[in-house]
């Protein structure tokens, strides 16, 4: 038994590996070209509004778009790190603690560079600066 609670993990094999390596491709092209999509329906008129709704409406929608692509720009970064992971023979092994991340973890998410238990760490860590945030902020109102 591992810290997980799951049975001990175990390095994935050259083909399992391999897989990985495939879907992270895959991944990648379908993250460009919905970048490319974007940026091909993108319409230079659209500022010229007729009215304040329309300008706010806009004003939305492109700050929803810059969201999007801030958060493709991130996963591709994710991608081609995990893909020079898999080059360097590092890529099952967790970043923090150099224990095997789970084929089941990297089945669901290829990109992932930490194991179960040190992402879960990463996010309680970042919801209490995300509280304390909130607290500081809170007092400056």
Known sequence: MNDSGGFELVPLTDEQVEKQ??????KRERVLQAVRAAEQNQDPDELRVADEMDLSSV????????????RDATLLKKID???????SNEYNFCEECEGVIGSARLSARPEANLC???????????????????RMTSFEM
């Open 59 to 70: 004003g939305y929608d492109q700050a929803f778009e810059f969201r999007l692509r801030d």
């Open 116 to 134: 179960i238990d040190c992402k879960e760490k990463q996010e309680h860590t970042e919801k209490m600066y995300e509280k304390r945030r909130q």
């Open 81 to 87: 790190k995990a893909l020079r992971r898999i080059e």
């Open 21 to 26: 390596r495939q879907a992270l491709l895959e």
